[in-house]
């Protein structure tokens, strides 16, 4: 096996680990994140668990891919991936809108501070090692996976700011009024991915 080969190897094999690291994250994420969504009655947990499903979704399709041919996979890879990105977006500008239209004033979650803060950190440094690898691999779909979990991750970010900012100073507005900026970060993503998809 020649050197290059053998570096395309490690660098796939890198990729699956990262993938498998991530879904198991938000599988235990998604049973964390309901547990404390319904003990706090907190729109933004219940809604950060269906971005947790999103982010398993799209960590299958990479595994998939990564796994797989070139071609027909990848373009329905991309094409998956940006869905996820434009589901997520939209999910974000529902939420949002939602909770500040009728001012709903979630309980305290220490659980869910706590779990939004560790994922913010793992999702961002995840985030970092996709990128690094999926240019390594010259891979579309890692790159853009890649970025499915810095969103994942800045919305944990968010998230955790709202939760604490109403756990310190009943500042429940805060977290649907930063939701909102994450919106913007995933439409471009998520049309970005598409239009890959597209490309011939």
Do not use: C
């Amino acid at each position: 096996m020649s050197e290059s080969a053998s570096t395309q190897e490690r660098s796939i094999r890198t990729g699956l680990i990262l993938e498998v690291i991530t879904l198991a994250w938000n599988v235990t994420g998604v049973a964390v994140l309901a547990f404390a969504a319904l003990t706090a009655r907190s729109v933004a947990l219940a809604g950060f668990g269906l971005d947790s499903l999103i982010e398993i979704a799209a960590s299958v399709v990479v595994v998939w891919e990564l796994r797989g041919a070139e071609g027909q996979r990848r373009t329905r890879a991309l094409r998956w991936i940006g869905a996820s990105f434009l589901l997520l977006a939209s999910y974000v500008t529902i939420q949002s809108v939602l909770v500040l239209a009728v001012g709903f004033h979630p309980r305290h979650s220490v659980l869910g501070i706590v779990w939004t803060a560790l994922t913010a950190a793992v999702m961002l440094t995840l985030a970092r090692a996709k990128s690094r690898t999926g240019r390594e691999l010259k891979n579309d779909v890692l790159l853009t996976e890649g970025r499915v979990t810095f969103v994942d991750g800045v919305l944990a970010t968010a998230v955790l700011v709202g939760l604490t900012l109403n756990a310190l100073v009943g500042w429940w507005w805060a977290d649907p009024l930063v939701g909102l900026v994450i919106v913007v970060y995933g439409v471009k993503e998520g049309v970005e991915a598409l239009r890959q998809a597209s490309a011939p």
